[in-house]
Each structure stands twice: as C-alpha cells, then as structure tokens.
C-alpha cells in the first residue's frame, strides 16, 4: 500500500478534527443541561462531516487506484445523509419542528440510503460513477471518475435542499438580533459555501483537477459550526423565550437561561444593563445586569415567581421585579423570565395612602382628646352658670367655644392641605409671600423677601403655608418680629445648597439621613429666641404646642402643604438674631427643599441652580 502526502491531506485531517472536538462539546453540554432544539441533530450532521472529511484525506494520502476508490465508496456513507441532516437541523433551529413528521424523515431519509445502496452495487450499474483513473495534478495524484446520472439528480436535489435550509437560515438572521444574528449568519455561510462549490464543480471551474472541492467546503461548513459554538453561544444560549413577545412588551425583560447566562433582552431593558445589549447576550447574569435587577435564581419543583420591589439607587424610582420560571412541556425549568415595571407612582400613592391613614389617626386622637377639653369645660361652666349665675362663667364659655372653632377649623384645613397636588402653575415666590403677609395681622412686623425666583406650585396652598409660617413666628416672637424669605441656591462642590445650615456647616444634623441630596430651596427665617434642638423633630407634629391658648396644627399644616408638593421642610437655627452676649445666634428658620422651578428642573435632584431672572 503506497501513500503520498499534500498539504491538502494535513488541512483536512486538522479540519476534521476541529469539527470532531465540536460536536463532542455540544454532546456533554446536551447531557449536562437540557437538550437544545436541534442538537443532537447538529452532532450527527457534524459527525458525517467529520467522516467525510477523514475518509477524503484518506483517499487523497493514497495512490493506487484500488485504495482510492475503496476510501472513495466509505466517504458516501457520511456525504450521502449531509443535505438532509442540514434541513433537519435547520428546521429544528428555526423553530419549525412543524414540518418534521414521521413521513418526511421517512421519504427524505430514502435518498441517501438508496444512493449509498447504488454506491455499494455500482459495479453493477455503473449509476454513480464511470470509467475512475488517477491523474497527477501536480499536488498530489488525485482520483477522478465521470460521475453518473444517479450523482447527477442526488446533487441536484441537494442544491434544492440546500437552498431551503439557507432561505430558512437567512429569515432567521433577518428577524433576529445581536448574537443570534451572528449565529444565523455563520450558519448561512457554512451552508452556501458547499452549494456554491457544487455548482464550480460540476460548470467545469475546478481551480485543481481531482480536486474535490464540494467535499473541502463541508470543511468550511464545519468551521462556520464550530465557530458559532465557540464564539456566539450555539447551544449554550438556548432561545427558551418568544424574541416576537419580548421585543413587543412594554416592561423592561430579561431573559436567562439555566446557566445564568443572558439569552435576550429588549430595548426597555438597556438601562437595567452595565453593557450594551448586544455585549449582555451570552454574558453572565450577575455581570451584565445591575445589581438591584438581579432576580433568585429559578428552583427546581417551584414553578411560582418571585416578586419584590426593588429600587435604582441611581434614580430613585421603584420597580416590581418578576422572576418566572421558563419550563418545558415536562415541567423542567429552562431558565427565567425576568420583568422589571416601573411602580415609581403607585409606590408614591402607597405612601400617601398610609400618610393619610395615620393623619386620620392623628384626627382621632385629637378630637378625643384636645376636642374633650373645651367640651369638659363647656359642661362644667354652663352647670356653674345656671347655678349662680356669675358672668367670668359666661366668658369661659365663649373662649372654650373659641378654642373649639379653631381647632375645626384648623382640623379641616389639615384634611385639605394633605392631599397631593395634581395641578401646579408658575407663581412667583416674591408676589405669594406678600400676598400671604398682607392676611396677617402684624402691623409692627416686618418681612424681607429676597428671592425673584418662580416655582411649580399650587398657589393657594403654597401661600398657605406662608400664612403659617408667618403667623407662627408673631405667636412665639411677637407682633414686632423680622423674617425673612431667601432662596436656597444649589452648590454643586458641596452638594447641598448654598445658605442653607448645611452649607454653613451648623446644621443640627436632623438630615443626615438625606445627606446625599441636594437641598435647594427657600427658607423662611424669624429674629425671635429659635427652637430648642430637643423640639425641632417635634415641632410638626399634630397639636404639638407651647402656647396655652394654640391649636398645635399651625406648622403640620405647612408640612402637609410642603409633602403634598414632594417638597421637603426641617427646622433649624436661625442667624438674624443674637440671643447670647457671647454672639451665638438664634431665631427660628424653615428650610423647604427639593422644589420644582418653573423652567421644570428639580432643584432637589439636579446640579442646576434657580434662575434669578
């Protein structure tokens, strides 16, 4: 037995063990998870390539005649089944196993076994091939036989064959997306290439005589195969989910696989993703999406899903995050489907919600108690009053009638201020503040307003709050008092806002907690004696009072106004007057932050400061 040796001989055997190696890797990764759709199939099309490609560098390292021709018939039993193997996988790939029953792998299975029949009887009919020699072509000493009719119509019905699998192959590269795109694409390749080869062999363009170059193109179809498993994901990315569906639905989704690994995702999805979409797919779950978006992993037997609330620290809104399972018609979980709606403003309403049920709360605690008093005294007086008939009786009856209808009128303004502010409309700061000091009676007070800014506002109530505000500082300070309205400039270097206590570095420290925001603004400042420290987280709630004859409901007023805003209100110290001879300063100031300008910017969430114009 005589052996030769080529270049073509090494690059077919290194070929053939490439696609070997392939189609290997696809058989554990199919008994280590669930089989993928079309697997299998791909092994055995590999498989026959591979023994195409060894019987061929076989035939082409021998000389004689004989061992050519005997190499020649073996390498039939791989090429005979190649153009059906690759419908089927094509079908199986693109989702149509529709199409494949028991009578077309029947009559389609029938081609290649009856050629591969013709190829062992050829001698008897001589059907396949005619009249084989050998000639040197120079390379090597090459086999060349005149191909019968029956060769002729098998290559005709596999170009037919072949072309079904590329239109399929091709629709599918077209309606799909990054890195099952790129699948679909090398999968046309390596499926054009033979059919391509076929027609320059038989049109006569052999660039080498006896060179089959049909049989070197199955070597670029197992390359295209085996680069589409080892560089994008070919049956370790598994299409468990609908691309139609994802693409189509509103909400963010994510889905993975039971590998934790990314197999799609639409375009909601892109700011849940530390990568580009294209880079998420194929890419670990716990790498290719932030960390909050990060659904359990699936559990094997609980087919329930997994729902939590989730915040974007980056943002600050809510999303519901969905984690379902993906199973199979068994039941057996294939991966996860993950949604991620956005519940910002049902959140937002939630907590109003249970705001107001605690401000009811606060109401019955009030009217059983703070209502009780003046009805106590009521009852007690009027019995005094019948009895002796004094007038001091008669007076304390008008001023507990007194205290009464300020207590319901201040109970239904607090009903009224705490409800949230659908509508808002560009006020001035300036024309409000004044409009509210001209209802107050305090003709020796006087106010300062600094500020030309406009804000998004429900005027009435923001002018509300300043009634409040203004009528609490000539309580606790006097008719004589000074304040002042300023404005609360962000500082983008110190990341609060520029005036307030924060930034003059006296803050009592009450929002430490939201010292990652900003706190841009107005405040408004008295020159009276200032609140204690121990009372400043006190001073808003309902009835809280240090004077005999008030309500208590003065500032949870303005903070119900503020917090129906989505503004935000704290107490600190003052500095328009000296209470100390030691120059430590004192007066009352109201800090509101987070307001809205009338140019739309959040001031409370933005590095942009108020427009002063």
């Given at each position: 037995m005589t052996w030769q040796y080529t270049p073509f001989l090494t690059l077919t055997l290194i070929a053939a063990v490439v696609v070997g190696v392939a189609a290997l890797y696809v058989v554990r990764q199919q008994r280590a998870y669930e089989p993928v759709p079309g697997g299998y199939t791909a092994v055995i099309l590999s498989v026959a390539i591979c023994w195409v490609l060894v019987t061929y560098a076989l035939q082409i390292g021998s000389v004689e005649l004989p061992q050519k021709l005997f190499w020649y018939r073996l390498g039939y039993i791989g090429f005979m089944p190649v153009p059906v193997l690759l419908l089927f996988f094509t079908l199986q790939y693109t989702g149509r196993d529709e199409w494949i029953t028991w009578w077309s792998i029947g009559l389609l299975l029938l081609i290649p076994l009856a050629m591969i029949g013709l190829v062992f009887t050829n001698e008897t009919h001589q059907l396949v091939w005619t009249d084989p020699m050998t000639i040197d072509n120079e390379a090597f000493v090459a086999l060349r036989p005149e191909y019968g009719r029956a060769i002729v119509a098998y290559v005709a019905i596999s170009v037919l064959l072949g072309g079904v699998s590329i239109a399929l192959l091709s629709l599918r590269a077209y309606t799909s997306a990054g890195i099952y795109r790129r699948q679909a694409v090398l999968l046309v390749t390596g499926t054009v290439v033979p059919v391509v080869a076929a027609g320059v062999y038989f049109s006569g363009g052999n660039p080498l005589p006896g060179l089959e170059v049909m049989t070197i193109a199955l070597a670029v179809t197992g390359?295209?195969?085996?680069?589409?498993?080892?560089?994008?994901?070919?049956?370790?990315?598994?299409?468990?989910?609908?691309?139609?569906?994802?693409?189509?639905?509103?909400?963010?989704?994510?889905?993975?696989?039971?590998?934790?690994?990314?197999?799609?995702?639409?375009?909601?999805?892109?700011?849940?993703?530390?990568?580009?979409?294209?880079?998420?797919?194929?890419?670990?779950?716990?790498?290719?999406?932030?960390?909050?978006a990060?659904?359990?992993?699936?559990?094997?037997?609980?087919?329930?899903s997994d729902r939590e609330v989730v915040t974007n620290p980056e943002s600050g809104r809510s999303y519901q995050r969905t984690g379902t399972p993906l199973t199979d018609s068994d039941g057996v979980v294939m991966g996860q489907l993950v949604v991620l709606q956005d519940i910002t403003e049902r959140v937002r309403r939630e907590r109003?919600?249970?705001?107001?049920?605690?401000?009811?709360?606060?109401?019955a605690s009030v009217v059983s108690h703070d209502l009780r008093n003046p009805l106590n005294v009521i009852s007690a007086r009027s019995q005094l009053a019948r009895e002796t008939g004094e007038v001091e009786h008669f007076d304390a009856l008008d001023r507990a009638a007194d205290r009464m209808d300020r207590?319901?009128?201040d109970l239904l303004q607090l009903a009224r201020q705490?409800?949230?502010?659908?509508?808002?409309?560009?006020?001035?700061?300036?024309?409000?503040?004044?409009?509210?000091?001209?209802?107050?009676?305090?003709?020796?007070?006087?106010?300062?307003?600094?500020?030309?800014?406009?804000?998004?506002?429900?005027?009435?109530?923001?002018?509300?709050?300043?009634?409040?505000l203004f009528r609490n500082a000539v309580d606790h300070v006097g008719d004589d008092v000074s304040l002042i309205v300023e404005p609360l400039e962000y500082d983008a270097e110190l990341g609060v806002a520029s005036g307030s206590a924060d930034a003059n570095g006296d803050g009592?420290?009450?929002?430490?907690?939201?010292?990652?925001r900003t706190r841009a603004g107005f405040?408004?400042?008295?020159?009276?004696?200032?609140?204690?420290?121990?009372?400043?987280?006190?001073?808003?709630?309902?009835?809280?009072?240090?004077?005999?004859?008030?309500?208590?409901?003065?500032?949870?007023?303005?903070?119900?106004?503020?917090?129906a805003h989505g503004w935000e209100i704290r107490?600190?110290?003052?500095?328009?007057?000296?209470?100390h001879e030691e120059g430590e300063y004192g007066g009352a100031r109201f800090e509101i932050t987070g307001v809205t300008t009338a140019q739309g910017l959040a001031l409370g969430e933005t590095d942009v400061g108020f427009d002063f114009s």
């Open positions: 390359g295209s195969f085996c680069w589409a498993v080892a560089r994008h994901g070919l049956f370790t990315l598994i299409p468990i989910a609908s691309q139609a569906a994802v693409e189509q639905m509103d909400d963010a989704v994510v889905v993975i696989d039971i590998r934790g690994l990314v197999v799609n995702v639409n375009e909601q999805a892109e700011p849940f993703l530390t990568v580009d979409s294209d880079e998420a797919i194929g890419g670990s779950v716990g790498e290719t999406l932030r960390p909050f990060v659904p359990p992993a699936p559990r094997s037997g609980d087919p329930g109003r919600l249970r705001q107001q049920n605690e401000q009811l709360e606060e109401f207590l319901i009128d705490g409800q949230t502010v659908d509508e808002t409309e560009r006020v001035s700061l300036r024309q409000v503040a004044d409009d509210a000091w001209s209802l107050v009676n305090a003709p020796e007070a006087d106010l300062q307003v600094e500020s030309d800014m406009y804000v998004e506002a429900d005027r009435d109530r923001l002018q509300q709050a300043f009634e409040n009592d420290g009450s929002g430490d907690e939201d010292s990652d405040a408004v400042e008295d020159d009276g004696p200032g609140i204690p420290a121990e009372e400043r987280d006190n001073v808003f709630d309902y009835g809280h009072t240090t004077e005999e004859d008030g309500t208590g409901f003065g500032l949870a007023i303005v903070k119900e106004i503020v917090e107490s600190v110290d003052g500095e328009l007057a000296s209470t």
